[in-house]
C-alpha cells in the first residue's frame, strides 16, 4: 500500500521536478530582475542600498526629457531605413540563391550568413576602420567612383551621415541572416503553383507577386517583427562605433540611452523607468504590427 | 531493479529504447554534437587542471596596461620590503568600471575586491554620485597628511623657496626662506604628500574638499607640429602667440600647400562635433563648465566666444582643421603622411607618437599653447588618472603603502618619466635626468623640460556626475555653431551661441537636478 503511495506521488510530482531547475532559475534571473526593476522604476537610487521613493518622477522627466525623443527618433529612424533596405535585399539574395542556375550556391550561402556569426562589436571595429576619413576603404572607393564624393567625410563625426554608417554596418550584419529565412520560406512554397502560373501563361513578376509573395509572407511578418523589436534593442553598435563622444543627436538611441543613466550617471531607479519606456515602446509597435498583418490577412 | 509501478512504465519503456542494442550504433544528435561533447570534455578537463594562481595579499587593479607592465616590474622591489604579495589584474576601462561600481552599489564585501583601484579622468564623476560619505573610495586626505613627510639630514640638505622639513637630528621643523634653512616654530609639521604634490591636482579626484585618489599624472599640453612642413611653407608657428595669430599662421600655411596641389594637407587636428578639444581650450582660460560646487557655467562670456572662435577653425571660409581618421594608429597615420599638420598634444600623447609615428622621427617640434587673453595659462590639461582604496578593502594602511610606492617612490617615478614620458605631480620629481634630456624624436627639443615647465602652469580641472553630461551638451552647442557658419558665415554667430549656451545651461540644470541624490548645496 505505502509502495503504491509513494508511486502515485511520484507520478503526480515527477513533472513538476523536471520543470523545477528552469522554474528556480527564471524566477530568480528573470521574474525577480523583472520586479524589482518596476519598483526601483519608482526610486531614485545609488545602489541598491540607498534608494529614496519618488514616484513618478522619473516617468513625468522622461516624457518631456529632449535627449530622450531624440533617441526615439533615432531608433525609429534606424528601424526604418534597416528594415526597407534588408528585407527586399535579402529576399533578392534568397531568389538569387534559390536559382538553380547560380553556380556554388552553398558557397555564397554561407558567405553571405557568415557575416552574422561575428556579432555587433567586430562590425563596429570593422566599420570604424572602413568609413574612416581618408583611409577608409569605403571613403576611398566612394571618392574614385563619384568624383563630386569627399574623402574625407566623416560618417561618425557628422550628424547626418552618422546614422547611415550605423544602416549600412546593420545590413552587411543582417541581411544574409534574413536571406536563410527567406531561403527556407521559398523552400516551402508548393511547385505545383508555380506549375499552375506557368500553364495560365504568368511571367516572372506575376509568378513572384501572385505565387512566390503569398507563401513567405508569415517569414516577412516575423522578420519585420524580429528587425523591429532586434532595431528597438540597439546598443553594442552604435556604443562602440562612436565611441561614446561627440554630439548626442547623432548616436543616441534608447538603449544608450537607458546604459547612460544606469552606469554612466550611477541612477538605476531611472534607468529602470527608460527601460519600462521602452517595453512599452516594443508592446505598442509590435501591437500595431500584428493589426496591420491581421487586416491585410497576412495572419 | 526496476519494479512495475504505475509511476514507472514510461521510465522502463525509455530505458528500454535506449539501452536496446542496435546492429549499428549511433548518436541521435549527429557527429557534430559528439564532437563539440568531446571539445567541451577536453577543454573543461584541461581548464581544471590548470593550476589556480596562488591568492595574493594585495590586488590592485589598473585599465592601462603600460600601468600594468611598470607596476609588474616594481612590484618584487614592494614584496620583498613589505612581506606583501601583490596581484596586478588588467581589466578594461568599461569593465573595470562597471564591476568597481556594481560592488560599491551592492555593498557587498566580495573576495574579488580590489584594494587599489585606478580609474581614469572620464569615469571618476560616476563614483561622485552617491553623499560624500557613501561614496565607495576611502577618503584620503589623512593618510596624504600623515606620510610622505620630509626630512632632512643636515641645514645644508638642498631644497626649495617655501619647503618645509623636519631636522633628523633634532627633530624640529625648518623653512627654507631665502635659499636657507631656518628653524619655524610656527610650523607643527614638515611637507607631506598633500604638500608635495601638485594642488591643482587633487581637484579631480575631490568632492567637497575630501579626496578619494592620488593622482598619477599632471598631463600638461602643448601643440606638437610638423617643422619640416611649416618650414617648407615659410610659415613660423611659433610666432604666434595667440589663438587668431595662430589661425593666421594655418591658413598661409593651407594656401601654401594648396599651391603645391596638397589641397587636404592641413594645418591644425580639430574634430567637428566633438566638444573635447573644446573643453581642453576652455580649460586653459580657466573655465570648467561644472565647477567643483556643481555650478554651471556655460553662460560665461568666454565659452561663447571660445565655442565660436573653436567653430571658426573648423567650419568655414577660414577653416584650418581637419579631423583624425580616427583611434592612434589612424591618427599617427595622418601625422606621418603630413595630413593633419599641428596637433593638441598631451605628455601621453607625445609617447603615442614616439611609439606609432616613427617616419616622423626629427621632423616634430613643441611650443606653448597659444592664448586668448593675457591671464589664460600657456597650457591645459587633458585626460587623468588616480588609485584610491575602495572602502570595502580590508587591508587599507598596506594599500596606502603600496599607493605610496607605486606613485611616489623614486623608483616609480624615474620609470614614469623616462619610459612613459609621463610627468608626474609632484613637482620636487621634475629635477630628475629623465626630464632634462634632448628628446631626437623631436629634432633634440627638450620636451620634458617643456613639459614640466608648463605642469606647474596648469588649470584646475573639476570632474563631477555631470561633466560628461556637460561635455555632451556643449557638443550638441558646437555642432549647432558649425552648421550656423556654413549657411550664415560668422556675423551673429557669438550671440547666437550664447543664446544656445543659455539653453544648455538650463537644461543640463534641470537634468542635475532630477539626477541630485544629496540636498542641494547652498552657494
Known amino acids: ?299 | 531493479m526496476l519494479r512495475r509501478g504505475p509511476g514507472n512504465v514510461a521510465w522502463a519503456g525509455l530505458l528500454r529504447d535506449n539501452l536496446r542494442p542496435h546492429p549499428q550504433m549511433h548518436f541521435p544528435l549527429g557527429k557534430p554534437i559528439v564532437a563539440m561533447l568531446a571539445i567541451c570534455a577536453v577543454s573543461g578537463a584541461v581548464i581544471a587542471r590548470h593550476p589556480k594562481p596562488p591568492p595574493r595579499d594585495l590586488s590592485l587593479w589598473t585599465f592601462a596596461d603600460s600601468h600594468a607592465s611598470d607596476y609588474r616590474k616594481l612590484i618584487p622591489l614592494f614584496e620583498r620590503a613589505s612581506n606583501q604579495t601583490v596581484g596586478v589584474h588588467l581589466i578594461a576601462t568599461r569593465a573595470l568600471n562597471v564591476r568597481l561600481t556594481s560592488l560599491f552599489m551592492s555593498g557587498e564585501n566580495a573576495a574579488e575586491l580590489a584594494d587599489a583601484a585606478e580609474i581614469e579622468i572620464s569615469s571618476i564623476g560616476r563614483y561622485f554620485r552617491p553623499p560624500a560619505e557613501e561614496i565607495g573610495f576611502l577618503p584620503l586626505n589623512s593618510y596624504l597628511e600623515r606620510s610622505g613627510l620630509r626630512e632632512i639630514r643636515t641645514l645644508d640638505d638642498p631644497g626649495k623657496e617655501g619647503w618645509n622639513a623636519r631636522l633628523v637630528t633634532d627633530g624640529r621643523i625648518y623653512t627654507i626662506t631665502a635659499g636657507r634653512w631656518i628653524h619655524n616654530p610656527g610650523r607643527t609639521r614638515p611637507d607631506a604628500w598633500i604638500d608635495r604634490i601638485l594642488k591643482s591636482r587633487f581637484a579631480p579626484w575631490s568632492k567637497n574638499g575630501v579626496i578619494y585618489g592620488v593622482p598619477n599624472d599632471v598631463h600638461p599640453v602643448t601643440l606638437t607640429y610638423r617643422s619640416d612642413l611649416f618650414r617648407d611653407a615659410g610659415v613660423d608657428i611659433e610666432s604666434a602667440k595667440t589663438w587668431p595669430e595662430l589661425q593666421e599662421r594655418c591658413l598661409e600655411f593651407g594656401r601654401y600647400w594648396e599651391r603645391q596641389g596638397y589641397p587636404r594637407r592641413h594645418a591644425l587636428e580639430l574634430p567637428l562635433s566633438s566638444a573635447d578639444y573644446l573643453t581642453v581650450m576652455l580649460l586653459q582660460r580657466h573655465v570648467n563648465l561644472v565647477d567643483d560646487q556643481e555650478r554651471l557655467h556655460f553662460t560665461d562670456p568666454k565659452v561663447a566666444s571660445t565655442v565660436a572662435f573653436y567653430a571658426g577653425l573648423v567650419a568655414g571660409p577660414r577653416k584650418v582643421a581637419a579631423e583624425s581618421s580616427g583611434g592612434t594608429g589612424l591618427w599617427a597615420g595622418d601625422i606621418a603622411a603630413g595630413n593633419l599638420c599641428a596637433f593638441l598634444t598631451p605628455d601621453w600623447r607625445a609617447s603615442y607618437l614616439r611609439r606609432y609615428a616613427a617616419p616622423v622621427a626629427g621632423k616634430l617640434r613643441m611650443m606653448p599653447l597659444p592664448r586668448f587673453e593675457p591671464e589664460d595659462a600657456p597650457t591645459s590639461t587633458w585626460g587623468g588618472t588616480m588609485i584610491g582604496i575602495p572602502r570595502m578593502s580590508k587591508h587599507h594602511e598596506q594599500a596606502w603603502k603600496l599607493i605610496e610606492f607605486l606613485y611616489l617612490s623614486e623608483a616609480a617615478l624615474g620609470a614614469r618619466g623616462g619610459e612613459n614620458g609621463v610627468v608626474p605631480p609632484l613637482p620636487e620629481a621634475w629635477d630628475q635626468p629623465a626630464f632634462q634630456r634632448e628628446d631626437p624624436f623631436f629634432g633634440g627639443q627638450r620636451v620634458m623640460k617643456l613639459y614640466t615647465e608648463l605642469a606647474a602652469q596648469i588649470p584646475e580641472r573639476y570632474v563631477t556626475p555631470v561633466s560628461a553630461l556637460a561635455t555632451a551638451t556643449l557638443s550638441v552647442v558646437l555642432t549647432r555653431a558649425t552648421a550656423y557658419i556654413e549657411e550664415h558665415g560668422t556675423g551673429g554667430l557669438e550671440a547666437a551661441c550664447r543664446q544656445w549656451l543659455a539653453q544648455a545651461q538650463a537644461d543640463v540644470a534641470r537634468r542635475l537636478e532630477h539626477a541630485r541624490f544629496e540636498p542641494i548645496p547652498q552657494h
Not at chain 1, 530582475?33 to 526610486?43: M, V
Not at chain 1, 581618408?134 to 568624383?147: E, K, Q, Y
Not at chain 1, 529602470?272 to 501591437?287: D, H, P
Open chain 1, 1 to 299: 500500500m505505502n509502495r503504491q503511495r509513494a508511486w502515485a506521488l511520484q507520478h503526480r510530482f515527477a513533472p513538476y521536478l523536471f520543470v523545477l531547475p528552469f522554474v528556480v532559475l527564471f524566477c530568480v534571473f528573470m521574474l525577480y530582475p523583472l520586479c524589482r526593476s518596476i519598483t526601483l522604476s519608482f526610486q531614485s537610487s545609488v545602489g541598491p542600498r540607498m534608494t529614496r521613493y519618488v514616484g513618478l518622477r522619473h516617468y513625468r522627466f522622461l516624457v518631456r526629457d529632449w535627449l530622450f525623443w531624440v533617441s526615439v527618433g533615432n531608433t525609429l529612424l534606424y528601424g526604418v531605413l534597416l528594415l526597407a533596405v534588408q528585407l527586399p535585399a535579402s529576399l533578392g539574395l534568397a531568389l538569387l540563391l534559390n536559382s538553380r542556375r547560380v553556380r556554388g550556391r552553398n558557397f555564397f550561402r554561407f558567405a553571405f550568413f557568415s557575416t552574422h556569426m561575428v556579432g555587433q562589436v567586430f562590425v563596429a571595429v570593422l566599420f570604424y576602420v572602413l568609413l574612416a576619413p581618408r583611409s577608409g576603404l569605403i571613403n576611398r572607393f566612394l571618392a574614385a567612383v563619384f568624383p563630386f564624393f569627399d574623402v574625407e567625410t566623416n560618417w561618425r563625426g557628422n550628424p547626418l551621415y552618422a546614422m547611415p554608417a550605423i544602416v549600412l554596418a546593420s545590413l552587411w550584419l543582417s541581411v544574409g541572416y534574413g536571406m536563410v529565412y527567406f531561403l527556407a520560406a521559398l523552400q516551402g512554397v508548393d511547385p505545383e503553383l508555380y506549375e499552375a502560373a506557368d500553364l495560365d501563361g504568368a511571367g516572372g513578376w506575376s509568378r513572384f507577386r501572385h505565387v512566390t509573395l503569398p507563401g513567405i509572407r508569415p517569414i516577412v511578418l516575423f522578420l519585420l517583427l524580429i528587425g523591429t523589436i532586434g532595431a528597438l534593442q540597439l546598443f553594442e553598435l552604435p556604443y562602440v562605433f562612436f565611441g561614446g563622444g561627440g554630439s548626442p543627436f547623432a548616436r543616441m538611441t534608447i538603449v544608450m540611452y537607458l546604459y547612460e543613466q544606469g552606469f554612466e550617471s550611477g541612477d538605476l531607479g531611472f534607468a529602470s523607468a527608460v527601460g519600462w519606456a521602452l517595453v512599452f515602446l516594443i508592446l505598442v509597435v509590435a501591437a500595431l504590427q500584428l493589426r496591420a498583418a491581421r487586416a491585410t490577412g497576412e495572419v
